[in-house]
């Protein structure tokens, strides 16, 4: 892997399925009870800029189950919110911590944050990518259907960041992936048009829609996330307009194969882009997916602090 995990479109397929074995092996050491410490006296200094439940306690977790420690750091807690460059942040930060967390709403800021830091930079979510939690998402679908290639993700809702970072993700695992968003809330067209790139290397599907509906037929996973993303909160209104047709409700799963599983990267606005009767049925891998962020991000954060 390269110093730093800031998208999947820099990973290789090499590079998943490596973070995917350390996951497999530590969360069968975590099972067993067995006590494994290779970040013993490593510090992962966390950044946060957005609120967070899974990502701040798996990653602290996961540090201090390793064996080393973490710092959380709001924003407010840092001079570059008093005028500090990102650069001279990046310098200081990297003469004290073994590696850098960060959540932020700008990518530039992830991306300048690596360019000036010695020590390995974790996205851990900016608007347009959300890595980490999609890295979590195929392992999780691997853990459970066994063979991912071919395999077909409908994403039905925003075309946000989680979006965006699928239309990378799954063509490069060999993953079709159709997105059903309105008018006007489709992803990033420059990420739309890597991933068609992507896909025909790897003989893979990417298909951009407005029909929810079509956009299900012969899934095998339905995938969804809120309709206002933090930051957005300014929009709701015209947000829930646009969104009513594209809520994951069992009518609009009753379009896929009788087998489809449903995901959601949490936290769940229960009743608007998804039902409480989905979000709780036996086809929903919803909490498997929170409990993988722990096993997959451990394996990178012993990879890219570890030197693995």
């Known amino acids: 892997m390269n110093k730093d995990l800031l998208t999947i479109y820099n990973l290789t397929r090499d590079d998943i399925e490596e973070i995917f074995e350390r996951a497999d092996h530590l969360k069968m050491i975590r099972e067993k009870g067995r006590v494994y410490q290779p970040l013993k006296g490593k510090i992962l200094g966390m950044i946060f800029k957005k609120a967070s439940t899974r990502t701040r306690i798996s990653f602290e977790v996961g540090m201090y189950q390793l064996g080393g420690g973490a710092i959380y750091l709001n924003s407010s807690d840092l001079q570059w919110e008093r005028g500090e460059s990102i650069a001279d942040t990046a310098k200081v930060l990297s003469q004290y911590l073994d590696g850098i967390l960060i959540r932020t ?13 010695d020590i390995p930079v974790i996205n851990g979510l900016t608007d347009l990518l959300h890595p980490c939690q999609i890295l979590s998402d195929i392992y999780t679908i691997k853990e459970r259907l066994g063979e991912i290639k071919g395999v077909k993700i409908a994403y039905v809702g925003d075309g946000n960041n989680i979006a965006n970072t699928w239309l990378i993700g799954a063509p490069k695992m060999g993953m079709d992936i159709s997105i059903a968003s309105p008018k006007g809330y489709q992803p990033n067209k420059e990420i739309v048009e890597k991933a068609i790139l992507i896909a025909r290397d790897n003989k893979s599907r990417v298909e951009i829609m407005k029909d929810p509906f079509r956009c299900v037929k012969d899934a095998d996973i339905i995938y969804t996330d809120v309709w206002v993303s933090m930051g957005k909160e300014g929009e709701r209104e015209e947000r829930w307009e646009a969104f009513k ?18 995901m959601h990267c949490l936290p769940a606005h229960r009743g ?20 993988n962020r722990l096993h997959v991000q451990k394996g990178i954060l012993e990879i ?3 030197g693995r």
């Open 245 to 262: 047709s594209f809520q994951v409700n069992l009518d609009l799963i009753k379009r896929a194969k009788d087998s489809v599983l449903i």
């Open 272 to 291: 608007e882009e998804i039902t409480s009767e989905v979000i709780d049925s036996e086809r929903s891998i919803v909490f498997d997916q929170t409990r």
């Open 304 to 306: 890219l602090l570890g």
């Open 105 to 117: 709403f700008a990518h530039e800021e992830v991306e300048r944050l690596a360019e000036y830091a």
